[in-house]
């Protein structure tokens, strides 16, 4: 059974720094897509950045050069680096492994 455990979120002030992790279970994760999405109150589900099938990054072009995805595949651990965040960053984070989600971690970027 796949698990996916996201970490990392919280209350930051605008133009702060997060670091979101995401450890996976029962998936041999190096051979899978792996990506961040999130939901803010009232909107759809919307990618963030992603590692696709072959290893290749995506990033959604509102996100330009604000937020990076790494991965570890030792650890089976994808992490998105969040930068000079501002409020409408805020919204639930995602991780996405496969077709597998995870539970999703609170992001609140207010003064």
């Known amino acids: 059974q796949v698990q996916l455990v996201e970490s990392g979120g919280g209350l930051v002030q605008p133009g702060g720094s997060l670091r979101l992790s995401c450890a996976a279970s029962?998936?041999?994760?190096?051979?899978?897509?792996v990506g961040w999405y999130r939901q803010a109150p009232g909107k759809q589900r919307e990618l963030v950045a992603e590692?696709?099938?072959?290893?290749?990054?995506n990033y959604v072009e509102s996100f330009p050069g604000r937020f990076t995805i790494s991965r570890d595949n030792a650890k089976k651990t994808v992490y998105l680096q969040m930068n000079s965040l501002n409020p409408e960053d805020t919204a639930v984070y995602y991780c996405?492994?496969?077709?597998?989600w995870g539970q999703g971690t609170q992001v609140t970027v207010s003064a």
């Open positions: 996405k492994c496969a077709a597998s």
């Open positions: 029962g998936i041999a994760f190096r051979f899978f897509s």
């Open positions: 590692f696709d099938s072959i290893g290749r990054t």
